[in-house]
């Protein structure tokens, strides 16, 4: 048995493209009022039969958007809260466990998702202030590591990540994997750190500046493994590298999530790998293994919302994998 690279079989849940940032890169945000219905969810979630996440991942604090309150009300909802946590409890109702990527949050909030919530998460991106994020207000790094920090006191499982080719230099890299880290030695809640890759969207202010080569990118993999405890695991996405090889090679240990039945909304011109592609390519040297959202060793621990510990211990094996 080879190395074992982690992975979790999801449905992606867009629940709204509003979002009060404005970031330079995104092709994800839309000013017209939108919110997934019930039955929308529900369908996705109906169809994901092989997954055990749901992924939840939507633009942040959307009520900050003009007619989003309305939409809102004529749903039946005072607060894009409550609304998130339905849909979190439908989810559990269907047997899948929520991951919530709901942007900078309060404590008071973070401690009404947690119990319906196997983990949750927030991309710190880069923890210095870049021109790309001039026009969103929850891109401020003290804002983001606030978020984080309090989810730490929580004990909540907590996912983030850095964004690479967005402005920052090799120095930026370098911080903000040691403010994570240091997060994590004061905390132990981090269970995983993205090392994404932007990529231009067309018409975006960034939709001519270059991605990040392959070497930088397998360099910060690299400083990323150097840098943070090893408890922590290191995410390449599957689908926004060409190859994933090189990536376990220089430290990488998790693919992160990855649907048979929706795409990835962020970079929906990268179509997830097939999950049998992938194990070709690892060869005997690397064993991909289903994870859940919640890593094995929060498992053990049984840190996890307390509506979802019956799911988590039906799914889990003796060592915190999924189970079948
Ligand atoms: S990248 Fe995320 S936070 Fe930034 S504008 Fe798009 S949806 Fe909002």
């Known amino acids: 048995m080879g190395v074992i690279v982690t992975y979790s079989k999801n449905v992606f849940l867009p629940l709204t493209t509003n979002c009060r940032n404005r970031c330079w890169y995104c092709g994800f945000r839309s000013e017209e009022p939108n919110l997934m219905d019930k039955s929308e969810v529900e369908a996705l979630l109906f169809k994901a039969k092989d997954a055990k996440e749901a992924l939840f991942t939507f633009g942040e604090k959307p009520e900050e958007t003009k007619g989003f309150r309305d939409l809102l009300e004529r749903k039946g909802y005072r607060s894009f809260l409550d609304y998130v946590l339905d849909m979190n409890k439908l989810a559990i109702q269907h047997g899948l466990l929520p991951h919530t990527n709901a942007g900078v949050l309060s404590r008071e909030e973070l401690k009404k998702l947690k119990p319906y919530n196997a983990s949750l998460g927030l991309m710190l991106e880069q923890a210095v202030e870049l021109d790309c994020h001039s026009e969103s207000p929850g891109k401020k790094p003290e804002k983001r590591i606030k978020t984080i920090r309090e989810a730490g006191k929580l004990r909540i499982p ?131 293994k289903e994870r859940l959202p919640v890593y094995p060793k929060f498992v053990k621990l049984k840190s996890y919302g307390s509506a979802v510990r019956e799911l988590v211990e039906v799914y889990s094996d003796e060592n915190g994998y999924a189970k079948f």
């Open 158 to 288: 907590f996912t983030t990540g850095i964004l690479l080719g967005i402005g920052e230099n090799e120095y930026d890299r370098i911080y903000s994997l040691e403010v994570i880290a240091e997060i994590h030695e004061e905390f132990g809640h981090i269970q995983e750190v993205i090392i994404q890759n932007f990529k231009p969207k067309p018409r975006t202010k960034m939709e001519n500046w270059r991605e990040p080569t392959l070497e930088e990118m397998l360099k910060s993999v690299k400083l990323a493994r150097e840098i943070l405890p090893k408890d922590v695991a290191i995410q390449v996405p599957p689908n926004l590298v060409e190859n994933v090889y090189p990536f376990l090679k220089a430290g990488a240990n998790d693919l992160g999530g990855i649907s048979e039945v929706t795409p990835d909304y962020i970079n929906p011109e990268a179509p997830w790998p097939k999950l049998s592609d992938l194990m070709k390519s690892l060869g005997n040297e690397f064993t991909l």
